[in-house]
Each structure stands twice: as C-alpha cells, then as structure tokens.
C-alpha cells in the first residue's frame, strides 16, 4: 500500500485543497486528518473504506470525513483527485460522522477552480476564501447517497473473509454456499453472522457491492452487457437490478450528473 501525503495545513488559511492522479489498483493504507476533508475524483472511481462502511465514489460523488476519521482508500480506475481539507472552525452544521454526497455541476466546478487556484503561482486569498465558504455553503444542501456497503468488524475471521472474497469477486456465479466451504464456516452459521453483524443477508449485501462495482464500471464508460456478464447477470436481469435499487436503468447513467439526477429523468 502507499502512505498518505496531504498538504501542509496552516491554521490560519480558509481551507486547503489536493490535486493528485492515482492509477488504478493504487492502494493507500488507513489514515486520518486532523482537519475535517471533502474526497473526490473529477475523473474515476475510488473505493473508500471508513468505520465499518466501505463507500464507493465515482464522479458525482465525494466523502465527507471529519477531523479524525480513519480511512483507507483503493483507486478501482486511474484517479484524478481533488480533495478539500476544512478546519474545524469553517465546517458549519456538516454531520459528525462519514457522509456522501451527490455532487452537482456548481460543486464540482467550485473543487477543481479552488484547486487550480491554489497551485497558482499568484494566489487570490479572498476568492479562495469565498470560493471555501461557498463549497460548504453547497455541501451543506447537497442530497446523500445511500449506496454505502456495510462492513465486518473483523473480530470473526470467516465472516471477514467471505465479505473480502465478495469484494474482490462479487460475482453471482459464486454462490453462498461455496463461500461458507472456503472460509470453514456452515452456510446456517454465516447467515446467522451476516444477520447480526451487518444487519441484513448476503444476497442483499452482495447487491450492494455488485452495484458499487457496476457504477464504476459505468463511469468508466464500459458496456452495460459486458459488466452484467462479470457479475453474473444476464443484462435484462442486470438492468431490471440496477433500476429496482438506485431508480434508472444503466443505459440512462450519466458520469456528467448526479445519479438522482439521471433518475428523475425516467420518473
């Protein structure tokens, strides 16, 4: 894994911002900031474990993290980054705890403008110090998502590692059963784990990662048939899936707008 490098915080400054490219398969290992940050790609998709969630970011989203909040994140595509960092006295009523947010085009303008400005060689001190309160302004009104996988505490080892088994092929051609047997576990017993631990059951927490896998995959712009085909589906299955959880069709996703956006389109 790769060790984190965020900006030099000063204390006095309304805000800093990062503008980095990762490529894809990039793993940076959990870390924390001691100033609240605003994680976010202007190009591919990130997948970001915090707490006991792991939540998956393509370009009409970005991670709320507060002051403190450990965090690991792996790159699914190349990555360019834009992240935000906000001391805690300019954080205003955002919530205490991880959040995501949808990412609309004012907001996304707002993080790549304050980010090309700070690199310049002659700084505007009072735009970026509106430009900040503005990006708060906006995050503060800006819709959730509710695409977050829920995690494993790893104090069970095979429940551990049956979700990581998942992660790293969500494929439906793998079915319970043969997961509990490579993990040693009864396929009652690891029911019962999924129930309690992470408050709902496999097929549902499978669908959960499969779609994370397939809306990156989409932002990448990669074929709707060709992604229902990796994680088991046939693409009418898949489609009918992917409009049943997040309100559209695959065919209408759009990696320019938000996804409650390109919902409303079809409602």
């Not at 906000?86 to 707002?110: C, P, Q, T």
């Not at 549902?204 to 074929?223: D, I, Y």
Request: net charge neutral; with cysteine.
């Amino acid at each position: 894994m790769t060790k984190a490098t965020p900006p030099v915080l000063h204390d006095a400054a309304a805000g800093h911002s990062l503008a980095r490219h990762y490529p894809r398969g990039l793993r940076i290992d959990p870390h924390s900031h001691t100033w609240a940050q605003v994680l976010y790609a202007v190009s591919g998709v990130m997948w970001v474990e915090a707490g006991r969630e792991a939540l998956v970011v393509p370009p009409q989203r970005a991670v709320w993290l507060p002051a403190g909040t450990e965090h690991s994140i792996r790159m699914m595509s190349g990555v360019d980054m834009r992240n935000l960092y906000f001391h805690e006295r300019a954080i205003g009523h955002l919530s205490a705890r991880s959040d995501v947010f949808e990412i609309n085009g004012l907001l996304r303008e707002l993080i790549a403008s304050i980010a090309e400005h700070e690199q310049a060689q002659t700084r505007d001190e009072d735009y970026l110090s509106a430009a900040y309160r503005l990006a708060m302004l906006e995050l503060t009104h800006a819709p959730r998502s509710s695409l977050r996988i829920p995690l494993p505490d790893a104090s069970d080892r095979r429940l551990d590692a049956l979700c990581r088994a998942v992660i790293d092929n969500p494929s439906n051609a793998i079915g319970f059963e043969q997961h509990a047997a490579a993990v040693g576990a009864s396929v009652r017993t690891l029911a019962r784990l999924f129930t309690r631990e992470l408050g709902l059951g496999f097929a549902q927490w499978r669908r959960q990662v499969q779609l994370a896998v397939a809306v990156s995959g989409l932002a990448e712009g990669r074929p709707v048939g060709g992604i229902a085909r990796e994680l088991g589906y046939l693409p009418s299955s898949f489609s009918d899936m992917f409009r049943r959880e997040l309100g559209a069709p695959p065919t209408d996703f759009d990696p320019h707008t938000t996804l409650a956006a390109s919902a409303a389109i079809k409602s």
